[in-house]
């Protein structure tokens, strides 16, 4: 790209950060709920983070565990304490049983109980001035019933700022978006500025298949992809974990060397959370045992710029190591070139918690692991998010609307990417959801 076509692009984006932010924060301070929206790579979370330094007692919650520990929150599910609820009437009798087990242990009424159980969600509801959601698409209609059923034990009115893209991965076996339930009262806000790649024909095309455009001219596009070759090591995209696993496994059997064995740890800070470990580790890809090689393709899944590695990253094992203090390392050769010594990483879960007027997070339990997984292949939806320099995408499984959006709009560099068992019913966007954008484009217009 042009040199000053590149600044201009990068200035309008800034531009139009600017001007939304201000938007944003002026709705929200007015009181009115904002749903920050737009396609993938345009700078949510970027935007929201922005958006948070404006308030001094936010809520940050995802959707997913992975959106949860990005946006540096809890996960809503844990914070309204949602457990495994799908719909209200399985939150009340959730809820019942609960408090019948505080009532039972502390030797208690149900009231009291009742007000131990709700406790912390009513605090940090007092002191609130600002509720974040990321990754709506992937909330359910039920689950914002269920968010309007905790939300009526706060005595104010709070905001929320609902971050995410309706075209993007759907709620996993719901009957409806967010967007379908009557609790759905936000002002639609929408960046427009794709920031994760330059080139304008990939971002026209990615623009279509958004919508499920299935022109000549977007499957011409997609077809060439498969006569191409990758020209460095791709992450493949898969749609299930069957066959992520059994192509990284494949793929690390052909090293030579001994495998080192990497084991999580996890240690427990605050009692009464020791069943929320496993879903923890399963929600940010940390295995009980991870197996690694020398010259195995890893990924970092972590934000650590102080040791030198970000989210998504790419590099190769080249060895392994111990520090004086006895940790063992392994060795990673980025592929900028830089090698690191890679350490166990603390991961922590965090709960919000009101400290008199302030919202703090406390540590309830800590899991120790390598902050790498295999990148021979990933699924589409461990990769949401992360922006991928080549990547390999095999539609074969492909049955889900956004399923090819999501995976195509990981690239970071469309001149090396390529896909396999593509046909042009793999394009697919929910009809609602399409109806529903249309809708409130006509609105914005």
Same mark, same amino acid.
Request: aromatic fraction near 10%; include cysteine.
């Given at each position: ?26 709705? %929200? ?28 007692? #936010?809520?940050?919650?995802?959707? @997913? ?9 809890? @996960? ?10 799908? &719909? ?14 505080? +009532? ?12 131990? /159980? ?29 968010? *309007? ?5 706060? @005595?104010?009115?709070?905001?929320? =700022? ?35 790649? *330059?080139? +304008? ?25 498969? $006569? ?26 052909? =090293? ?10 996890? @240690? ?10 496993? $879903? ?9 045992? +991870?197996? /690694? ?6 990924? /970092?899944? #972590?934000?650590?710029? *102080? ?47 009101? *400290?008199?007027?302030? %919202? ?8 120790? +692991? ?12 461990? #990769? ?28 970071? &560099? ?32």
């Amino acid at each position: 790209m042009n040199k000053g076509i590149a600044k201009t692009k990068a200035k309008n984006v800034k531009n139009e950060n600017k001007e939304i932010e201000k938007s944003v924060v002026q709705h %929200l301070k007015s009181g009115r709920n904002v749903f920050l929206t737009g396609a993938a790579g345009v700078g949510k979370t970027y935007v929201a983070n922005r958006i948070k330094s404006h308030f001094k007692n #936010v809520i940050i919650l995802g959707s @997913t565990g992975i959106s949860a520990l990005r946006i540096g929150g809890d @996960t809503l599910h844990s914070f309204f304490k949602f457990f495994v609820s799908k &719909n209200i009437e399985e939150l009340k009798l959730s809820d019942e049983k609960h408090i019948e087990l505080i +009532a039972q242990k502390k030797r208690v009424t149900k009231a009291a109980a009742n007000e131990i /159980f709700l406790k912390n969600i009513k605090e940090c509801l007092r002191v609130a001035d600002l509720i974040i959601i990321d990754e709506i698409s992937m909330v359910s209609k039920e689950v914002m019933e269920m968010i *309007d059923y905790r939300l009526r034990l706060a @005595t104010k009115n709070i905001p929320i =700022l609902a971050v995410g893209d309706f075209f993007q991965l759907p709620p996993v076996k719901a009957d409806g978006f967010a967007f379908e339930s009557p609790y759905w009262n936000f002002k639609v806000i929408e960046l427009t500025q794709v920031k994760r790649t *330059d080139d +304008a024909e990939f971002t026209q095309i990615l623009s279509l298949i958004r919508i499920g455009d299935k022109s000549e001219k977007v499957i011409n596009y997609l077809k060439s992809l498969q $006569e191409r070759q990758n020209k460095s090591i791709p992450v493949r995209l898969f749609s299930t974990n069957a066959e992520v696993e059994k192509y990284n496994k494949a793929r690390l059997k052909e =090293l030579n060397g001994e495998t080192f064995e990497a084991k999580a740890t996890a @240690t427990i800070l605050e009692e009464g959370f020791e069943n929320e470990i496993g $879903e923890f580790m399963r929600s940010q890809n940390i295995p009980e045992v +991870a197996s /690694f090689k020398s010259g195995a393709r890893v990924m /970092f899944t #972590v934000n650590n710029k *102080d040791d030198g590695y970000v989210n998504g990253e790419l590099g190769t094992i080249i060895g392994f190591d111990e520090f004086e203090d006895g940790t063992e390392v392994i060795i990673v050769r980025k592929d900028d070139g830089k090698k690191i010594a890679v350490a166990p990483f603390q991961f922590n879960k965090d709960k919000i918690f009101a *400290d008199e007027d302030k %919202l703090k997070l406390k540590t309830v339990f800590e899991v120790d +692991a390598y902050p790498l997984r295999l990148a021979y292949a990933s699924t589409v939806h461990k #990769v949401q998010g992360l922006s991928i320099p080549s990547l390999y995408i095999d539609c074969k499984r492909f049955f889900l609307p956004s399923q090819l959006y999501v995976a195509l709009s990981r690239s970071s &560099n469309p001149n090396d990417l390529t896909m396999v068992n593509f046909s042009p019913d793999k394009i697919i966007a929910d009809p609602k959801v399409v109806q529903w954008y249309n809708e409130i484009q006509s609105k914005m217009n």
